[in-house]
């Protein structure tokens, strides 16, 4: 999965970057839904030892252009853990009350404390996408948000957590039709917003403040994947792979107990 992984200081071009690509995995789609079983199994196991070490925590944060697929590889990846070892933050539009803060104040107060993993659905990355892109803060304010993120995650990691960011590639011909599928389908006109259509108009000015986000933030300890995501069975799969990864790293043990069991009677 290296191959997806940004390195520090690479100056990224999406158009580079093939949303439809599958080749890191070896079969078709029923046999990616079978190997992502698998990983499930293990990231359950992996997810209760974290959770009992209690030292590390983990955050894993999803960026993506509209219907990019942020919810579906939520629920395909982290749906089969237990859910009280993990939890998922969407990150909406600020409240007057967050407005009045600083931008990573709502931020900080959602990170995973330890043993727990952390799931952002649209993040403090969001502070240089959308704000930048509509012009919701001056040039000179959100120009200087790059550094500080980075300095943010790294104390975060200095203290304990680790994180990985995923941005869902979709190509905007995989846009057009993903729009077009929810207008057509019932059961999914809910996440139909027309003002997915005036976002859409943007497609250009978000895929360059994504090339700046890609380019200036993935770092060594906080590094960005860029998952070819056309493919939502190829997305979940590569995604799936890095989370197990990630938690293997850690190796997370079950602690010992200093309790002497053979003395305990149950009566
Ligand atoms: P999604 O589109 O992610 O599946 P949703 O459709 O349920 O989520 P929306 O209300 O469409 O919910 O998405 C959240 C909106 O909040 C997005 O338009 C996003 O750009 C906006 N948003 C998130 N963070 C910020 C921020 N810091 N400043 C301004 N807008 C933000
Ligand atoms: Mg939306």
Known sequence: MEKYRIKPGANVNLDEFDADDKSEFDGDKAEAKDALKEIAKDLDDLQERLYAEGKHAVLFVIQAMDTGGKDGTIRSVFGDLNPAGCRVEAFKAPTSNELAHDYLWRIHQATPRRGMIGV??????????VVRVHNLTPKEVWSK?????????????????????????????????????RI????????????????????????DAFKDVLSKTSTAYAPWYVIPANRNWYRNIVVARIVQDTLRDLNPQFPESDLDFSNIVIE
């Open 120 to 129: 952002f659905n649209r993040s403090h990355y969001e502070d240089v996408l």
């Open 145 to 181: 948000r790059y550094d500080q993120i980075n300095a943010f995650e790294r104390m975060l990691t200095e203290e304990g957590t680790t994180i990985v960011k995923f941005y869902l590639h979709i190509s905007k011909e995989e846009q057009k039709k993903r729009l077009e599928e």
């Open 184 to 207: 057509e389908d019932p059961t999914k006109r809910w996440k139909f917003n027309p003002k997915d259509l005036d976002e859409r108009k943007l497609w250009g000015e978000y895929q």
